[in-house]
């Protein structure tokens, strides 16, 4: 009987403190420099101040830069890097991640996109490199992200000030901007269809800034996207939005060609309240597509200036 218990004894103990070995426990360091919360719900213990930083998506290198992180390492990018960033070694695709290059740079953390790029964290746990999970689309994302970056460099006080002057250049914007009730609807273009953006979404989230109505909202999201929905011609005709605005990761020219030959084509379209009174824009995509990031009050100022009109 003796043996019994201390058998379910030792059980519970492995259990609690190992998840009986489904769960990896990470102990804490006697000494660290900062102790950060990502977005994959990690905490993570950094022994030392960061010197060398990689990031894997181009929308991090302008809020790390401005609380003075040192970035080692970038993915290529066409859009949203900066001059000062164009000569720092690339490390692959955003979708296409070059370990070699990635390790080569020595980085201290890695800073890992959400969503995209998480397959690399077993490497960089391997390897003895921190690495923080994040995610930048919304505006309280990027917030969030700012001060994570600002304790990863000990900029403390920085990241405050950029928020602060960020909150007060949005609020701004939308204090002088006229209250409509209007009914948007936000669509994304791909080569392979049309879905349409909820709230999480950057346009969404903008969108439910100035108090709009996204027609989206309540859908059910794609399994593979939360942030997205089907798009169906019949249920957007139903919806009858009096804004459409369109997202694409394609030539944006090609996609207004292709959709402007759409609304010709399918008197579907012409139902609909946005396309009858031309009120259907085309979003930039390194405002929209991508993480504006600390060019959030732009983005916010863009939509302004199209629901004034």
Known sequence: MKKILTLIAVCAVI??????????????????????????????????????????????????????????????????????????????????????????????????????????????????IDAAVIDMKTYDDVKREIKIFSQLTGNVQQGEEIIKRMDDEINSIIAGTPKKNLRVAILHSTAQGVTVQLDGSIAGNIVKMFGLKNVADGMTPLENNPDAAPYSMETLAAQNPEIIFIT???????????????????????????????????????????????????????ISNLISD
């Open 248 to 302: 694409s990761m394609g030539n944006i020219d090609d996609i207004k060609k292709n959709m402007e030959k759409s609304f010709s084509e399918n008197d579907a379209w012409q139902t609909i309240g946005a396309v009858k009174n031309n009120r259907v824009y085309y979003l930039p995509q390194d405002l929209f597509l991508l993480s504006p990031a600390l060019r959030y009050p732009e983005a916010v100022k863009f």
């Open 15 to 128: 259990f609690f403190t190992a998840g009986c070995g489904e769960e990896k426990v990470q102990s804490v360091p006697d000494k660290v420099f900062a102790i950060i919360e990502d977005d994959a719900d990690r905490k993570i213990y950094v022994k030392k101040k960061p010197e060398r930083i990689v990031v894997t998506s181009a929308s991090f290198l302008e809020p790390l830069h401005a609380v003075g992180g040192n970035i080692v390492g970038r993915p290529s990018s066409k859009t949203n890097t900066p001059d000062w960033a164009k000569e720092i070694p690339t490390i692959g695709q955003v979708y296409q991640i070059d370990v070699e290059k990635l390790l080569s740079c020595a980085p201290d953390i890695v800073i890992v996109n959400k969503g995209m790029n998480e397959k690399l964290l077993d490497l960089l746990d391997t390897n003895g």
